[in-house]
């Protein structure tokens, strides 16, 4: 299971970082993304990280303004989210991939996710 935390309201302009955690030995088997809904819009990518986390991936909407890492000995996965705006509003689901070789940026490619955090930046 995926617990995902760390949203909240915030200003424009500030920061939050999101956490997400898993019990069990596999995590580092795990490629892991975080994705966000807003309200009446798809779910989207917005970054990801390798197993080992030597390699990121990053939405062109957050790239420069958010960071993703992992520390694998603590099962959990982190997004670092600086300069928020108000288009970043929406619920950020962390997602786990197992099966792929590759860190990819389709949901159906993740087969594991979170309950789900709120984030909201207002203006």
């Known amino acids: 299971q995926l617990q995902a935390s760390g949203g909240g309201l915030v200003q424009a302009g500030g920061s939050l970082r999101l956490s997400c955690a898993t019990s069990?030995?596999?995590?580092?088997?795990?490629?892991m993304g975080w994705f966000r809904q807003a309200p009446g819009k798809e779910r989207e990518f917005v970054a990801a990280?390798?197993?080992?986390?030597?390699?990121?991936y990053y939405a062109d909407s957050v790239k420069g303004r958010f960071t993703i890492s992992r520390v694998n000995a603590k099962n959990t996965v982190y997004l670092q989210m600086n300069s928020l705006e108000p288009e970043d509003t929406a619920v950020y689901y962390c997602?786990?991939?197992?099966?792929?070789?590759?860190?990819?940026?389709?949901?159906?490619?993740?087969?594991?996710w979170g309950q789900g955090t709120q984030v909201t930046v207002s203006s």
């Open positions: 997602a786990a991939d197992g099966d792929s070789v590759y860190v990819s940026r389709t949901r159906p490619n993740y087969d594991y």
């Open positions: 069990g030995r596999t995590f580092s088997t795990y490629i």
């Open positions: 990280i390798s197993r080992s986390g030597s390699s990121t």
